[in-house]
């Protein structure tokens, strides 16, 4: 059963830094285009980042810049280093492949305050 796992979240003073991970088990993450999401409260969620599976990585506006998503196929993992928060950077991150349309993990939370 596919499953993907995030972490590396927490409470952050808006300018601090944070870096996400997600591991996977059943799936080989080199082989897919992952992406990072973002879930403001009451909001849906927002594809931030993305990586292909030539590296090729993109990113939402409001985080190039700040945030770089990178990827360890030897640990076959995805990651997300986030630098210079802000407090609209607050809510729930979600990792996983592109294709997978309806699948979402834990997540794991960020809170940035002001």
């Known amino acids: 059963q596919v499953q993907l796992v995030e972490s590396g979240g927490g409470l952050v003073q808006a300018g601090g830094s944070l870096k996400l991970s997600c591991t996977a088990t059943?799936?080989?993450?080199?082989?897919?285009?992952m992406g990072w999401y973002h879930q403001a409260p009451g909001k849906q969620h927002e594809l931030v980042a993305s990586?292909?599976?030539?590296?090729?990585?993109n990113y939402a506006d409001s985080v190039k810049g700040r945030f770089t998503i990178f990827r360890d196929n030897a640990k076959n993992a995805v990651y997300l280093q986030m630098n210079n928060l802000k407090p609209e950077d607050t809510g729930v991150y979600y990792c996983?492949?592109?294709?997978?349309?309806?699948?979402w993990g834990q997540g794991t939370q960020v809170t940035v305050s002001s």
């Open positions: 990586i292909t599976s030539e590296q090729i990585t």
């Open positions: 996983k492949p592109l294709s997978f349309v309806n699948y």
């Open positions: 059943a799936i080989t993450i080199n082989l897919h285009n």
